[in-house]
T-cell receptor, first 109, second 112 residues
Framework: SQLAEENPWALSVHEGESVTVNCSYK?????LQWYRQKSGEGPAQLIL?????REKRNGRLRATLDTSSQSSSLSITATRCEDTAVYFC?????????FGDGTQLVVKP | DPKIIQKPKYLVAVTGSEKILICEQY?????MYWYRQSAKKPLEFMFS???????DNQTASSRFQPQSSKKNHLDLQITALKPDDSATYFC???????????FGPGTRLTVL
């Protein structure tokens, strides 16, 4: 079974709405990363949140980390059509990195 | 101008052959990485290099060998290719091993 898993599998919102993607993981971690991958492109790292941090922001993005429940969330406010992409979480521990399958987010005009 | 160049964009190989995937970064970064993304699996971290030295290897098979001839180059040699090696291979770089990573456009490899 996978060490990191995003949910839901897919999401659809309208521009301007806020959306949250969740990630659950199964190992101890030193950090958790969120990535975005648009169709036909390579991944783009969005936020890296270390195990001693609880929240991190990057513009319209906000990531939280709860090590007690082994979960993280990525929230996007004021979504735009260009936010349409697959969003991945990845766990990092002792320089080993494992990705989830991703959540497909579609932002409609 | 693209900051991370991967060549070729598409590559078709026959089972048992050997190929080299090229990666060059012009960001002045000291750390470089290889990842693999296939249709059936999540994105997989393969290798990390820092100052041209191997730091992490998360790839079980010795058929995959990174090669760093220059600080801003990290090629990936794959020998004895198998159909299961079919995937898109992404190169990435960061200022240092803890820094934000930037990904290249990928090389899509198909093994027949």
């Amino acid at each position: 079974s996978q060490l990191a898993e995003e949910n839901p599998w897919a999401l659809s919102v309208h521009e301007g709405e806020s959306v949250t993607v969740n990630c659950s993981y199964k190992t101890s971690i030193t950090a958790l990363q969120w990535y975005r991958q648009k169709s036909g492109e390579g991944p783009a790292q969005l936020i890296l949140i270390r195990s001693n941090e609880r929240e991190k922001r990057n513009g319209r993005l906000r990531a939280t980390l709860d090590t007690s429940s082994q979960s993280s969330s990525l929230s996007i406010t004021a979504t735009r059509c260009e936010d349409t992409a697959v969003y991945f979480c990845a766990t990092e521990n002792n320089n080993r990195i494992f990705f989830g399958d991703g959540t497909q987010l579609v932002v409609k005009p | 101008d693209p900051k991370i160049i991967q060549k070729p964009k598409y590559l078709v190989a026959v089972t048992g052959s050997e190929k080299i995937l090229i990666c060059e970064q012009y960001l002045g970064h000291n750390a470089m990485y290889w990842y693999r993304q296939s249709a059936k699996k999540p994105l997989e971290f393969m290798f990390s290099y820092s100052y041209q030295k191997l730091m992490d290897n998360q790839t079980a098979s010795s058929r995959f060998q990174p090669q760093s001839s220059k600080k801003n180059h990290l090629d990936l040699q794959i020998t004895a290719l198998k159909p299961d090696d079919s995937a898109t291979y992404f190169c990435a770089s960061s200022q240092d091993r803890l820094g934000e990573q930037y990904f290249g456009p990928g090389t899509r490899l198909t093994v027949l």
